[in-house]
Nanobody
């Protein structure tokens, strides 16, 4: 059974940092899949955050994430990460991991506030 499980969310003050993890299981060839992070804020549509190719050779970010967020992966661990620095209140959202084969995780809540 293909599964993506996000973790690492929580409550953080503005300017703080969080590292999200997405652990994949049941994939026969995780290292061959591009992976992405998306987020969905209350009352808004899900939006793209970051993308990484299967070998990490190409990375893209949403404008809102550039310079603050870093996507990475460790294929030996079947895991993708999203390091988020200088967090702002409008980064508050549920963050989802997405695989090239269409799989989605259940999401992890990130709340930025005092």
């Amino acid at each position: 059974q293909v599964q993506l499980v996000e973790s690492g969310g929580g409550l953080v003050h503005p300017g703080g940092s969080l590292r999200l993890s997405c652990a994949a299981s049941g994939f026969t060839f995780f290292s061959g899949l591009a992976m992405s992070w998306y987020r969905q804020a209350p009352g808004k549509e899900r939006e793209f955050v970051a993308y990484i190719t299967s070998n990490g050779g190409s990375i893209r970010y949403a404008e809102s994430a550039k310079g603050r967020f870093t996507i990475s992966r460790v294929n030996d661990k079947n895991t993708v990460y999203l390091q988020m620095n200088s967090l702002k209140p409008n980064d508050t959202a549920v963050y989802y991991c997405h695989a090239q084969n269409g799989a989605w995780g259940q999401g992890t809540q990130v709340t930025v506030g005092s």
